[in-house]
């Protein structure tokens, strides 16, 4: 029922992306705004301190090994921790990867 | 053009159904709009992908953790007229990061003195990135879940006093409605939703629409149009 309603009348037609060429936010920029935001006590930091791996994981999965380096194992765990599972997040790096392809990072 | 920016200093306040109610209607108007899931508990992404038929069509639905997140902003805001940002509801230095992009920070807060406080924490985050980022950061602060039935004498006394104290509000407030909520649950867009599923979703639309509306005057002025909440 609710789809039989008209749209909303938002003219948005005004809006427009960014120009592109506009420059991001440069990191010196960021980094003051960081720690301006941690004297106000906005200082939590995402990702801090090792992960014990074992609280990720869930079961009903199967198991998948691979050698990697440890630096890779590492971040992989703190990204992981932040995203809430482990197996949903490589599931996300997939279909990031499937959506995106390859591409060389600015820093490659 | 614009980057919307939804913060908080705390959690459970109504930001990330707020954020999504907000970038339905704007992509239902025709605006593509990219909502970026800033939080690490991911709800907004994790709401895609188990329900990728209840994305509205121009609603692209991205997350993006940590560092990231300055990353995927600045790529969706020169590729989609609006972007929606969900920041993490915790005094996060993500949070400095995100303001740092926005058009407009908008700070829900439910009527609590503890809301209160927590809102005006944010506002002074972004009185000190002002100075840093050079420039304004338009912010409103709005409430959340309040009484479609009547306004509580609490929340007209803190509305009060913020405004006394000079912090611009949003007028109009996202009402407590199951509708809001739902989405979450059972999938589907504001805009799918039947009577069998709640009881009034066109109250919720109707909700909605008029908060994006006050967004969208304040970031583009009907030339007829007094300005809102200043």
Known sequence: MANERPTAKLDLGGFRPKPAVEAPVDETTQLRAIEEGKRLGFDREQNTGPIDGRVLRRRGNVQMNMKVAPETVQQFKQMAAAFGDQGKFLAELLRCYKEHGHKKSKDS | ?230
């Open chain 2, 1 to 230: 053009m614009p980057t919307i920016v939804f913060a908080s200093s705390k959690g459970g306040v109504g930001k990330t159904t707020s954020a999504l109610a907000l970038a339905t209607v704007l992509a239902r108007a025709g605006a593509a709009t990219t909502l970026v899931d800033a939080d690490p508990n991911q709800p907004l992404t994790r709401w895609a992908e188990r329900f990728p038929d209840s994305v509205p069509p121009g609603l692209s639905v991205r997350g993006a953790i940590g560092n990231a997140a300055a990353t995927v902003i600045d790529e969706a805001a020169v590729r989609d007229p609006f972007v929606v940002v969900d920041l993490e509801g915790t005094k996060n230095v993500d949070v400095s990061v995100g303001l740092g992009r926005a058009d407009l920070a908008l700070i829900p807060m439910q009527g609590s003195q503890l809301d209160a406080d927590e809102a005006a924490n944010v506002v002074k985050l972004i009185q000190v990135q002002e100075a840093v980022f050079r420039r304004t950061i338009p912010f409103r602060v709005f409430f959340t879940r309040t009484s479609a039935a009547i306004e509580s004498k609490g929340l007209r006394g803190i509305s009060a006093e913020l405004r006394e104290i000079g912090i611009p509000m949003l007028q109009v407030s996202l009402m407590e409605r199951e509708a809001f909520r739902l989405p979450f649950r059972i999938g589907a867009s504001l805009y799918d939703l039947e009577r069998s599923d709640v009881r009034n979703p066109m109250a919720a639309i109707e909700n909605a629409e008029a908060f994006a509306m006050e967004v969208k005057d304040i970031l583009m002025p009907a030339p007829e149009a007094d300005a809102h909440g200043q």
